[in-house]
């Protein structure tokens, strides 16, 4: 839609993905997966890494047993369906408190609350933590598995930004995450604030 009106998308990352900081954990978190009630999913880059590592085990989606599978939105929904799972749980809105006020209905169906209920949550190693917060705060017991963690692009991805944004090339920055803001500035350096205010 915005190319159609006239705007030019200038597409720059400012993350790269990383593998699991703690490889056991996932390991672990995998063999227990039948365990859980509910497995959620915060992004397309969690179930990828969720996969690969179920796919290394030798393992795949009959894994999850009777457990609710939760997306946080659509994106990463299409992303479980492509690898044969179904989200059973999408909030309408594509946010943790969002998310955990759905699996909370959820668990309120189906198992009477949330006291007691087993929730694994594969995710990058830095997130918001109001999704696991909510959970635990109504009783479940919630394990966080980092899957994968961000990290700052690398110097072309940093020489290409700071580029354009001396050039004043860049009108708009569309972050989709806070780790693609805080790499863009880490990107950018001390000049950052001056440079984005342009």
Excluded: H, W
């Amino acid at each position: 839609p915005i190319c159609a009106r006239g705007a030019e998308p200038i597409e720059i990352a400012t993350i790269a993905i990383g593998p699991a900081p703690d490889e056991a954990l996932v390991a672990r978190a995998i063999a227990d997966l039948g365990k859980a009630d509910v497995v959620a999913f915060t992004s397309e880059n969690g179930v990828v890494a969720f996969f690969d590592a179920l796919s290394r085990a030798g393992k795949d989606a009959r894994s999850f047993g009777a457990a609710r599978v939760a997306s946080i939105g659509a994106a990463t929904a299409e992303a479980l369906a492509r690898r044969g799972i179904v989200a059973d749980i999408v909030p309408s809105n594509f946010r943790g408190e969002a998310l955990a006020g759905a699996i909370l209905a959820d668990l309120a169906k189906g198992r009477g609350g949330a006291r007691g209920a087993r929730v694994v949550i594969p995710r990058a190693l830095v997130a918001r933590e109001a999704l696991p917060d909510m959970l635990r705060a109504a009783g479940a017991e919630v394990d966080v598995v980092p899957v994968y963690e961000t990290r700052p692009a690398g110097d072309a991805a940093r020489d290409q930004l700071r580029a354009r944004l001396v050039a004043g090339d860049i009108d708009v920055v569309l972050a989709t995450s806070p780790s693609t803001i805080e790499n863009l500035c880490e990107l950018v350096g001390p000049e950052a604030p001056e440079l984005l205010a342009k």
